[in-house]
């Protein structure tokens, strides 16, 4: 599954979930496995976020918003994203949004990388510019792919993963809760270490 390395091509609101005071990351990081923020449904600030990103490791980003639907239409065909379900316009400014939010914060990813499917590029271009093409991040929906060979090249990249390297993954839910236990949002965004394990979630859109 080569990566292949695009140009400039779109991360929108959800509804906020409850977030962690200021200050409660720190141990929640340090917990030992299984505890701490892999087992909890709250999420904390996209600037708490990312102080613990840029320490290193992936962050798992779902899709920013898209026209209504499930799936995609009856004749989809990747790389043809008249066929696929697209970024709404909100989902395109909120893209947009978080890429001028962290170049405010001076942070870039060492590398981007993204679904095939359309709506996952759009927000990987709109958001970070730059960005590799990866298959293991296409969808597994609907009997799509093959999740158990994509989680694997997912889980394997990670182990190999040197220390203190960012990366940004823009994926689909099936994706993500695949490899995490846990459900994203819209526009979501996991931060995992190099085990796969959840270290902290926030909606990047707030």
């Known amino acids: 599954m080569k990566p292949v390395?695009?140009?400039?091509?779109?991360v929108q609101r959800r509804t906020a979930l409850a977030r962690l005071g200021a200050g409660l990351i720190a141990p929640l990081l340090?917990?030992?496995?299984g505890q701490g923020f892999a087992q909890t449904s709250q999420s904390v600030?996209?600037?708490?976020?990312?102080?613990?990103?840029?320490?290193?490791?992936v962050l798992l980003?779902?899709?920013?918003?898209?026209?209504?639907?499930?799936g995609d239409p009856p004749g989809f065909a990747i790389g043809?994203?008249?066929?696929?379900?697209n970024l709404s316009e909100a989902g395109r400014q909120a893209s947009r949004a978080l890429g001028a939010w962290l170049?405010?914060?001076?942070?870039?990813?060492?590398?981007?990388?993204?679904?095939?499917?359309?709506?996952?590029q759009d927000t990987a271009r709109l958001a970070f510019g730059a960005y590799e093409d990866w298959s293991a991040l296409n969808s597994t929906f609907a009997g799509q792919g093959d999740p158990a060979a994509q989680q694997k090249a997912m889980r394997d990249r990670l182990?190999?993963?040197?220390a203190g390297r960012t990366e940004v993954w823009v994926t689909h839910q099936v994706i993500?809760?695949?490899?995490?236990?846990?459900?994203?949002?819209?526009?979501?965004?996991?931060?995992?270490d190099r085990q796969g394990r959840l270290l902290a979630r926030a909606d990047l859109a707030a």
């Open 30 to 33: 340090a917990s030992a496995p």
């Open 159 to 162: 182990s190999a993963l040197p």
């Open 45 to 57: 600030s996209r600037a708490q976020l990312l102080t613990a990103w840029r320490q290193g490791g």
């Open 103 to 120: 170049q405010s914060q001076n942070f870039k990813p060492d590398a981007v990388r993204s679904s095939q499917w359309c709506r996952c």
């Open 61 to 70: 980003i779902r899709h920013a918003a898209t026209e209504s639907g499930l």
């Open 80 to 85: 043809q994203c008249r066929t696929q379900r």
């Open 176 to 192: 993500m809760s695949g490899l995490t236990g846990a459900f994203p949002g819209v526009g979501e965004g996991f931060l995992v």
């Open 5 to 10: 390395l695009h140009a400039p091509y779109s």
